[in-house]
């Protein structure tokens, strides 16, 4: 069957290891960090070979085929060098998508992509059909192709997992928006973020479908560029009347799919503010494309719960709301929080800053929040920012969650909000953006 290298051993790696030993090769799986407690447990129960702490050149050089973890850039030594003799590398989802038959839909975006997977995920399970979830979120798809089977995927796909992926076809795929957001790993060129972006959509056949945000910039210039096979859907909050696609006309959500009409109500929706109208659109069209039938679409749309980390109300103490939006580690995602805020705003940001222009929030800013408090170690750009507009005296510099949570407890009166929606990454002070929601909910709950 041929020598297969893992490189990385975190969810993606060691479920393509698992894939891997699974189909029949000879598996040997490389971590320069540690490897987590949970996935050493996985490997050692399917007697997979494994090394953490270091790349050994004369384990790895020799791979026929190397399925490289999403957090590992291109420009990585070892990468460099099985990239200098020739060596195919691929990312786990392209691994995956060889050995699964099933109907995939799925998602990228540089926001809304989880919210958007969650919700036509909920939506499959609520029409009875067989279906897995995985990508960026929860299980690893090339361990649930090893270990399950599904008639149906719904996978949230990042550009860094698309990077690696030349044959893999999805049947529905969505792009939710594009914005500037990990440049750093794109050469600060933001029309190579776009093209990894746009991989989803390489080998789309005139029967599978394209959702897109028409009102998104980025994405229609990127499409006057290209020729796609496929059927087009787009959506819209700004054009109406259009012949396929969605729409909001009238405080309604109009879908238009092949010869098919139908409508739901704006404020039938579980989910709140503008960006979550286009997330609803968009699973909307993915289910009329799977043919699930209208009064489905609009019940589950209208009892979907809320995801963890993405404006999640976490508690009201003393009449001051708390909300955990952790998940929003680029300037985009936390306009939109910013933006469907109601009350007056004491802002929690900060953290590992991928080259972020703060300047589209000033606006915003001014108009609603009254303090910052900074949970980073170099919160020096959110200083020069913002300063002007709140005042020096209304920033503060914080290194703990506890300690942050504090600082707006002493800021926020009766009436306001707390908001984490952090702008940056979290890996300055924190393991994930889950370990920093997570430390800032335990720390409102000791309030």
């Known amino acids: 069957m041929g020598r297969i290298v893992v490189l990385g051993g975190g969810e993606s790696g060691t479920g393509a290891a698992v894939l891997a ?28 070979p494994f090394e953490q702490g270091r790349h050994s050149e004369e384990l790895i050089l020799g791979a026929d085929e190397v399925v490289k973890s999403p957090g590992i850039p291109s420009s990585a030594p070892m990468v460099r060098a099985l990239k200098a003799q020739g ?43 067989n279906v897995g979830l995985g990508g960026n979120i929860g299980k690893s798809y090339a361990y649930q192709v090893a270990t399950e089977h599904f008639d149906y995927y719904v996978l949230e796909i990042s550009s860094f997992q698309l990077d690696n992926v030349y044959d893999f076809r999805p049947d529905i795929a969505i792009i939710t928006n594009i914005t500037p957001d990990h440049l750093d790993r794109y050469d600060h060129n933001m029309e190579n973020y776009v093209k990894a972006k746009f991989r989803i959509t390489r080998n789309l056949r005139p029967e599978d479908c394209f959702i897109f945000d028409s009102d998104d910039a980025i994405t229609i210039a990127q499409l006057s560029r290209i020729v796609l096979q496929c059927k087009m859907l787009p959506f819209s909050q700004q054009k109406e009347d259009l012949d396929q696609g969605a729409y909001v006309k009238d405080g309604r959500i109009v879908l238009k799919y092949e010869k098919d009409e139908s409508e739901i109500y704006l404020d039938e929706l579980a989910l709140g503010g503008r960006h979550n109208i286009y997330n609803s659109m968009a699973a909307a069209l993915a289910a009329k494309a799977m043919d699930i039938d209208d009064e489905t679409i609009r019940a589950a749309l209208r009892s979907f719960k809320a995801i963890e980390h993405r404006l999640e109300p976490v508690l009201s103490v003393g009449g001051v709301l708390y909300v955990n939006d952790s998940k929003a580690t680029n300037v985009d995602a936390a306009w939109y929080a910013l ?24 606006p915003l800013v001014k108009e609603k929040v009254k303090a910052i408090v900074c949970l980073g170690v170099d919160n020096r750009k959110l200083h020069e920012a913002f300063e002007g507009i709140v005042g020096s005296e209304n920033i503060i510099d914080t290194l703990s969650a506890e300690e942050a949570v504090k600082e707006c407890s002493r800021r926020a009166v009766p009436g306001d909000v707390v908001l984490l929606s952090p702008c940056c990454a979290s890996f300055d002070l924190f393991t994930c953006y889950e370990d920093r929601g997570d430390k800032f909910k335990a720390a409102v709950r000791a309030l």
């Open 339 to 362: 933006e469907c805020q109601t009350r007056p705003v004491v802002w929690i940001a900060g953290g590992t800053d991928k080259g972020n222009d703060y300047s589209v929030l000033a």
């Open 87 to 129: 060596t195919p590398i691929i990312s786990e989802i392209e691994f995956a998508g060889r050995y699964d038959t099933a109907r995939k839909i799925c998602v990228t975006g540089s926001n809304g992509k989880t919210t958007t997977t969650s919700l036509i995920y909920y939506l499959l399970q609520q029409a009875g059909l």
């Open 21 to 48: 030993k699974v189909k029949g090769y000879e598996v040997f799986l490389s971590d320069k960090g540690e490897i987590g407690q949970e996935y050493m447990e996985i490997l050692r129960k399917w007697d997979i």
